[in-house]
């Protein structure tokens, strides 16, 4: 747990710091369980956001950039009625704890003096965020309900008394000295770290394994001094906000954490740090929920062709042996005289044979020896005809098997706005039924938004995520002079370079692009095509997103997140 009650001290700090006083803009929930907040202080419009997500609950400030729904949740629209351009006079931490108190002063519908409370818990699956009117204790709404069948010691209903989470009565450990830890921690018992959670309140099991490790031999004196040594320097704010790599897991704390070995990087503040750290994070989980039924669809559709491939391979190969029934026809047609009706086989000399061996011809013993042969000529000639049938359905199948490989990978990577995109592809193909609003009325669609972004020079990039955005990109937007990168033979988005005459710079960033947004995200030294838009054809009838090209040239790189995040406009 990297969000624990000290990591939620230092982050107040970082807001009292840039919104204590300032003024409540705007109020959006873009999803289900997260809200944003413009709050305009000290002359500087902040975007504050408010998570109750299950995994990924926080409270930041946050330069990413949100799709708003059509029409607000319900909740959205009570925040905006009860603190939308009111001011935020201060905000504090309750206790350790993982609770952040906004303290809201503005005036109700009749022009009277109102405070309100915004209370962020921050407890996993079952954080919250809570409204509450402060004058009278009670809950004007929250963004998860929750009853006493769930909870017995409190209710997070409208209408209900706010009740703070059960105190759990553990020591300040900012306030704690050596001999605190010492009559608290008992040597003799192990698990020191799983102790010093256990009595001290804010501290998770990631500081805790930190404050064992940096005693090093962990005793009655090393453990209290590291303790109280640590506990010193978070209070005082000195803090290096960081982000640790560890055999391919990433951890976040407010300062490199020693027991922790890998990659680090560090960050001037908390909130740039979760940026970073939940880049994409987040989202792809939104995705998953949002778009669970497409992607099982999908798969389903993918799989079902690959089983189709097969059956029909086995079919191709049974029919291939025609040569086998034609030769069974003709030498049963030149043996007719030996054959007699009832006859389950007959041997005959194999006249094709260099070597004059013989063979053994099956024989339906209810027809006669003409009608075997005929039976032979027959079987002969429909596998003849079925072969070219077959091979033109197996063509087919390959082709829909990988565009719903394409489609799966644009599933994989898509934000929650393409998933519209790609919903609105598969009706279009026939594939699903179009979906409804709750008014009668169709889903409408609008041109595709592209992701852009700027090289180091300067030069603009963009990304098509999936085949709407794809084909508009290459075939509408894209200047003809302009330069067009791909993967090489591997499902990907189309990545145009607005420039006639990139640097290598910008095409090796380029490229970075088209194989992070890829099936091969993960891979080392991906191929990645690049070429002039003149060179891309969309084949007549071709499925969307499907291209071919030629005058290309090829570079390999290795996708870098990174590099993602720099380049992002």
Known sequence: MSFDGLFTKAMVDELVRSLKGGRINKVHQPYKNEVILTIRANGVNKKLLLSAHPSYARVQFTNEAYDNPSEPPMFCML??????????????????????????KGRNEIGDISYKQLIIEIMGRHSNIVLVDKTRNIILDSIKHVSFAVNSHRAILPGQPYINPPEQHKVNPFTAVE????????????????????????????????VIFESGLANRSTVPATFVRLMKKISSGDIAPSIMTSNGKELFYLFPLEHIKGEVKTFSTLSEMLDRFYFGKAERDRVKQQGNDIERFITNEKEKNEKKIDKLQRTLAEAEKADKFQLFGELLTANLYAAKKGMKEIEVLNYYDDNGGMLI??????????ENAQKYFSKYQKAKNSISIVVEQIDKAREEAAYFDNLLQQVQAASPKDLQEI?????????????????????QNSKPVLDHFVASDGTEIIVGKNNKQNDYLTNKLAARDEIWLH?????????VIRSKEPSDETILEAANLASYYSKARNSGSVPVDYTKVRHVKKPSGAKPGFVIYDNQQTVYVTPDEEIVLKLKK
């Open 79 to 104: 925040l905006r009625k009860h603190i939308e351009g009111h001011i935020l006079e201060d905000l504090y931490q309750v206790d350790n704890d993982r609770m952040i108190v906004f303290e809201i």
């Open 423 to 443: 919903r609105e592809e598969l009706v279009e193909g026939g594939y699903i039924r179009e979906r409804q609003k709750r008014n009668g009325k169709k889903l």
């Open 487 to 495: 993967t090489k033979d591997i499902p990907g988005s189309h990545v």
């Open 361 to 370: 011809i099956p024989l339906d013993p209810r027809k006669t020896p003409s």
């Open 179 to 210: 001999e605190d830890v010492l009559n608290k921690i008992d040597f003799m018992g192990g698990k020191l770290d799983r102790q010093l959670v256990e009595h001290f309140g804010g501290i998770s099991p990631l500081l805790a394994k930190e």
